[in-house]
């Protein structure tokens, strides 16, 4: 099992970013898939949660803001990031929970900054 985040790197406040991740190694569309981030300091916190009928679930602090997707023919995840804050800067990574074990994707970083 592999995941591969992509798309993270800096961008102006207000700008926008598309993370992708790229799963590999088992049957991407059945899984719920989830993206969490970790700002400095902080613990990892849940972003956004896409189940395998698409049903979508969000933190409070990103709603409207962010929307998470997949596209099972290319077993890709991804997060479209608007509006974005230096708040939102951390270390994105995406989250498969397989009944063989659970993953994680390398993450990638997102920094806001003037």
């Known amino acids: 099992v592999q995941l591969v985040e992509s798309g993270g790197g800096l961008v102006q406040p207000g700008g926008s970013l598309r993370l992708s991740c790229l799963a590999s190694?088992?049957?991407?569309?059945?899984?719920?898939m989830t993206w969490y981030r970790q700002a400095p300091g902080k613990e990892r916190e849940l972003v956004a949660s896409i189940s395998a009928r698409s049903i979508t679930n969000y933190a409070d602090s990103v709603k409207g803001q962010f929307t998470i997707s997949r596209d099972n023919a290319k077993n890709t995840l991804n997060l479209q990031m608007n509006s974005l804050k230096p708040e939102d800067t951390a270390v994105y990574y995406c989250?498969?929970?397989?009944?063989?074990?659970?993953?994680w994707g390398q993450g990638t970083q997102v920094t806001v900054s003037s």
């Open positions: 190694g088992f049957t991407f569309s059945p899984y719920t």
């Open positions: 989250r498969a929970r397989l009944g063989i074990g659970d993953y």
